[in-house]
């Protein structure tokens, strides 16, 4: 796939479900009673993989539409035992492990060649506090979950990750007595948020946050915002080429996820968000971006759940403004799809940008000029095609991806809508 260098990036947009919450909304639903119909589902490689792992359970999943589906829930301890392909899904088989760990049974969990070398002992150490029987293989997938009576406890992981989080409040749906996560640095909470709406008893406080055991869950509805992670690299496109005008709708706001409108705003680039609203707890709004003279910033750990998944975008975003950006904190990029550390570092570089990489983040320094372009290899990361893709539309000769397919992992059809918005 070639990407051609853009006179402006301009239109109005939506972009696919959120996959966060859509992972959520299928597996919160199967643990409910009755029905739940997902609106604005986000269809893709990762989601498809839990709407399978949900039928391999015993949950009945109805496509009713592209980006509509009915799931039937079993309730809270209903699922059927068995072996599930979490394929490349992380957010999937760390939820997942959360939710069998007080289950009836025995189940299997395994993944693709990627998923594989990602660490699961963070997920497996807590629930096994708990009380859970959960085993790795050396810390990895294939896992081995057996249900088991599990007991409430205060945890404070070690990263700072919603996944983690996430799967020990869904282990503490089946426990007995409160479970508590305490988070120094907080993380997204579309768990908590769509818990709450199926009813769970959940307490969020400035630094730490509990479930208190369910009797049943009832979420009949969940409307799921489009995905801000999908919009990013649109975004950062209309912050890179001079004269672009882009504005997303329907787009989610949840403000553990937009960091990097922040980022956009102080680095220069015009930022306006408006026709905000909330349904199911998550927040709306229409997000426009117009350039600017893009100045150097600073990131540090404290801020990078904020944007994880968008850092890469960042560090293209640091090449193209004035002085040294530095991004620290963000070790837990290497042990991503790829070690996207040096997947960033590896792939701007040689389209020339001045880009070095550290043990945990990186150092750009920039300069309010295209980069010449070239070949930017995803390694089946879809972050990085997309990633690539921008590059080129911001470059003098464009960018060839290789791999570019991987960008159906978490959107479906990106290069299609890059292409509407795009003038040459
Ligand atoms: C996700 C959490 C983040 C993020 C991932 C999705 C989630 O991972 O990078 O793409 O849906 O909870 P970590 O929890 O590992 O930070």
Redo the contacts with the bound molecule.
Sequence with gaps: MRVEPAAAVVGHVVVPGD??IS?RAVLIGALGEGETRVSGFGRSGDTQATVDAARALGVEVEDVADDELVVRGVGLRGLRPGSVDCRNA??LMRLLTGVLAGQDGEFTLAGDESLTQRPMERVAAPLRRMGADVETTDGHAPLVVRGSGLHGVEIEPE??????K?AILLAGLNAEGPTTVVERIS??D?TELILEAAGARVRSRAASVTVEPAGALRLEQVIVPGDF?SAAPLLVAAALVPGSDLTIHDLGVNPHRTGLLAVLERMGARVSVFNRRRAGGEPFASVQVQPGELVATEIGADEV?GL??ELPLVALLSSHARGETRVSGAG?LRV?ETDRIEAVTDGLRPLGARIHSLADGWTVRGVPARLRGGRVDARGDHRIAMLGAVAGLASREGVAIEGADTAAISFPGFYELLESVTRR
């Design positions: 996959k966060s992972h992380g957010t990263v700072a990750s919603a996944q983690v996430s993380t997204r579309h992670s759940p994880v998944d837990e991503k």
